[in-house]
């Protein structure tokens, strides 16, 4: 099955466990160098909206230009797939020369090399197709979503997302860590220029604000990983790094190098949304909601599983670096569950789910199986744009309307019916349910954590398997809330300049065009573009099942082979694991199991409180809070755990002391005391001769007469005296 | 005291420092006048006095050295002081007509 790659159990720190060793060498070729146009085509969408920005174009033409460009992407995506297979061999693509600095002497060369280049292997193609597909989606979602806007933020909105596309782009296909860290600061950047979208929404400006401050501190790790690693290693190019570090025998050893993987891992935690620093993800929310499923579900947050994935080579450098990264990702997809339950706030329901989501792919590249997290970033790409895409549906027909207990039956309601069922697929496989792709994909990472001998992956696996079942129970708590049941809505307050537009420009589907805040308010039901994106989005959402059930099976599929065929799999932990046994069953019948159970019984549950006896619910509630010894769970949960407040308490309370200390010196010391003292030194001077100006006439002669006597009286004087020494 | 004494060994005579001590005198006079009056063309008049002492000195010197050349002297001064009279008095007509007052304290902007 991988034929190129030699396997080895080699591994110190776990003898039982094969690992690859062998990465093989890119091949330089001039000949893919059409591949950049993926690059390009973005890039000229880019410049195209930026123009139809500053001629205030007052049509759909920016949203087109982006769709097509990311078409374009899509198409040479496919070609590229289709052209080299699944188990290509990495190619290094040279675009143009970045930067080339050498130094030193002729014993120790120093060297910085970062040229403008492509590394494409099956990662970067497996994540490529991804983006730009969904991305493709996402955008003509989004030119009737954004319709509203048309002549105001449109092409602002269209330019962000090509910025997007071409950060992300850049990200996966650099060959080099400078590269992807331009790359990483791009999607930042687009991440801030989107959830700050609404600029006149002080709460959305806020998050921006947020989001990317927050994604400081882990781009700080990652720039110190970059620099230690090229100190270490004395390169940053991919295809060299992972060359130079086989033949340095895996170069373990050294505080600086086991420090490299901390200081990556901070990066993905960073951009992933993972403990400590996920709080800016449901912040976030407050952008487009295609935003949210483009960039704050489906792709960029995967960034930090690219990272992980392709420098996984660099985490063997430490023994326990591999672990943490589990734990956090552990504990983070039960934290974020915990949280998701008791929001009633959709699209933030989701927003915790995918966090959620995204600690179950670091769970499965910390226990060792980077399919199983490449897997899952698949699958979730698809389950999660289609939630958020149908979340953005239902806010887009009700004026803005998130809060789950104010809407109710969609289903029934007329035009909604692809939204409720298309929603109900993504439920589905959010909750795992037995045989869909989210149950596949998800199954693969808890095996292997239930599998696992070491570092206590057992109970991850467990952890895992309670969390599944929260998932399953939150996510139907939204659909049975939101789409099932009687019908029922109280639309949103968007009745203002930003969403009032839509019934003056298509009244066909609003019967008549009212002002929302009045009583005879009419959904506004999505048209074809919403729609059918919705409907591709599930298809490929089933899609994304069939690497799944091949590798149920036992046989092997494209995905599988991708993941071995890359970076990613090189220090990996690739034995199946069939022998550990828990309750007289091994890892894949547990998994079956419980997974089930989970899945099922949180559906259940969900159903009994949200759709069948709905005011058991507000029971179950109050009986909770009026017990004064378990009232702080609900409270709790509904409060986030008081995360955000902790932070403000610990990090921007002694923060923003040190920056009042600060702001107090600058202005009394430096400013006043050294700056503007040494200015009022000349001016103090002038004041003491100034009585002498007083504007008199007589004055200034009687000074200058004063003078010139003095004058006079001195010659006399000297005239006198030195004529008696004569 | 001796090197005033001395200067009687140029020659001259007990008018000279007569003449100075005139001379002096008027100066003193054109200065405290000057200095005490807010009048513009007193002040201007006090200043012509102060010119005529020093002319005066001139003709003392002259005496002293037994020359002409510090009567010439005067009769330069006095051609450039009717030019300067003229011009002065023209400028005093002209400050009379922006402040419609002859004080020298009506001009003191700079001062603020």
Redesign the interface.
């Known amino acids: 099955m991988i034929p190129m790659l030699s396997i080895s159990d080699t591994h110190a720190d776990s003898p039982a466990h094969a690992v690859v060793t062998a990465i093989v060498n890119a091949i330089p070729s001039p000949e893919l160098g059409w591949t950049g146009w993926i690059l390009l085509l973005p890039a000229i969408s880019v410049v195209l909206t930026g123009l139809c920005c500053a001629l205030r174009v007052k049509s759909k033409l920016p949203g087109w230009i982006t769709v097509l460009a990311l078409a374009g992407s899509f198409a040479l995506v496919l070609k590229l797939y289709f052209l080299r297979g699944d188990a290509g061999a990495p190619v290094v693509v040279h675009l143009w020369d970045w930067m080339n600095f050498r130094w030193g002497d002729q014993n120790k060369w120093h060297a910085l090399q970062a040229d403008v280049s492509l590394y494409v292997d099956s990662l970067t193609l497996f994540w490529l197709l991804f983006v730009t597909g969904l991305g493709t989606l996402i955008a003509i979602y989004a030119t009737e979503y954004m319709e509203a806007d048309v002549g105001k933020g449109y092409a602002r909105f269209f330019n962000g997302v090509s910025i997007f596309i071409l950060a992300m782009c850049t990200l996966v296909m650099a060959d080099n860590l400078i590269l992807l860290y331009l790359g990483w600061e791009g999607v930042g950047l687009a991440s801030y220029l989107l959830v700050g979208y609404y600029y006149k929404k002080p709460s959305a400006v806020a998050a921006g604000k947020k989001a990317f401050i927050v994604n400081r501190i882990g781009d700080l790790g990652l720039a110190v990983g970059i620099w230690l690693i090229w100190v270490n290693y004395g390169t940053i190019e991919f295809n060299t790094l992972f060359q130079v570090w086989q033949d340095m025998n895996h170069g373990v050893g050294g505080f600086d190098k086991s420090l490299i993987p901390y200081c990556l891992m901070l990066g993905a935690f960073g951009k992933s949304a993972q403990l400590p620093l996920y709080v800016w993800l449901p912040d976030a929310m407050e952008g487009p909601t295609p935003v949210s499923a483009l960039i704050h579900a489906a792709t960029m947050v995967t960034a930090g599983v690219y990272l992980i994935a392709r420098t996984y080579p660099l985490f063997t450098l430490h023994p326990d670096a591999l672990a943490t990264v589990a734990w956090v990702g552990g504990l983070t997809a039960l934290f974020s569950a915990t949280i998701g339950m008791a929001q009633y706030d959709f699209k933030r329901v989701f927003a915790y789910s995918t966090i959620s989501q995204l600690g179950y792919m670091f769970m499965g590249l910390g226990v060792g199986t980077t399919f199983g997290a490449a897997y899952h970033t698949l699958t979730h790409a698809f389950f999660k744009a289609l939630l958020f895409l149908t979340a953005g549906a239902i806010m887009h027909g009700f004026a803005g309307q998130l809060d789950l207990r104010k809407l109710s039956g969609l289903r029934k309601v007329p035009g909604f019916k692809i939204v409720s069922w298309t929603m109900l697929i993504g439920c589905l496989w959010l909750s795992a349910f037995p045989y869909s792709a989210g149950m596949l994909s998800k199954d693969v990472i808890l095996v292997q954590a239930l599998g696992g001998k070491d570092h206590g992956f057992v109970w991850l696996g467990w952890i895992g398997l309670i969390t599944a079942a929260m998932t399953a129970y939150y996510a139907f708590r939204v659909w049975f809330r939101v789409c099932a049941g009687p019908v029922f809505y109280i639309p949103g307050e968007e009745t203002h300049d930003d969403h009032d537009a839509h019934h003056d420009d298509h009244g066909a589907h609003a019967t008549a065009p009212t002002s929302t805040t009045s009583h005879e308010f009419h959904p506004h039901a999505p048209r074809w573009a919403m729609n059918g994106v919705l409907i591709v989005i599930m298809l490929g959402a089933f899609a994304t099942g069939i690497p799944g059930y091949m590798e149920l099976r036992g046989e092997s599929n494209w995905a599988q082979v991708m993941m071995a065929h890359s970076s990613a799999f090189a220090g990996s932990v690739q034995a199946h694991v069939t022998d550990a046994v828990n309750f007289g069953m091994n890892p894949h019948q547990l998994v079956e199991l419980f997974g089930t159970i989970a899945s099922l019984g949180g559906i259940a549950i969900a159903m009994y409180f949200h759709l069948l006896q709905r005011k058991s619910a507000d029971k179950l509630r109050a009986w909770l809070l009026a017990h004064n010894s378990i009232r702080w769970i609900p409270v709790a949960m509904e409060n986030k755990w008081y995360v955000d407040e902790f932070y403000h308490a610990c990090i921007r309370g002694p923060a923003w002391i040190a920056g009042q200390i600060l702001h107090f010196t600058d202005k009394h010391v430096v400013d006043g005391l050294m700056v503007n003292g040494i200015g009022r030194i000349p001016a103090a001077l002038g004041r003491l001769f100034q009585p002498l100006?007083?504007?008199?006439?007589?004055g200034y002669?009687?000074t200058m007469?004063g003078g010139a006597a003095l004058v006079v009286a001195w010659v006399v004087y000297r005239?006198?005296t030195s004529?008696v020494a004569a | 005291m001796t090197h005033l004494l001395a200067a009687s060994q140029f020659g001259a005579s007990h008018a000279v420092t007569i003449t100075l001590a005139m001379s002096a005198l008027l100066f003193t006079i054109g200065l405290v006048g000057f200095l005490v009056r807010r009048n513009m063309i007193l002040m201007f008049l006090c200043t012509e006095i102060m010119f005529q002492a020093a002319a005066l000195a001139f003709i003392a010197f002259g005496r002293m050295r037994m020359d002409t050349g510090g009567q010439i002297f005067v009769i330069f001064i006095l051609t450039i002081a009717a030019a300067e009279a003229a011009l002065a008095l023209g400028l005093v007509i002209l400050l009379f007509r922006r402040k419609e007052t002859l004080s020298s304290e009506a001009w003191s902007e700079l001062h603020e």
């Open positions: 100006y007083n504007g008199v006439l007589q002669a009687t007469a005239w006198l004529g």
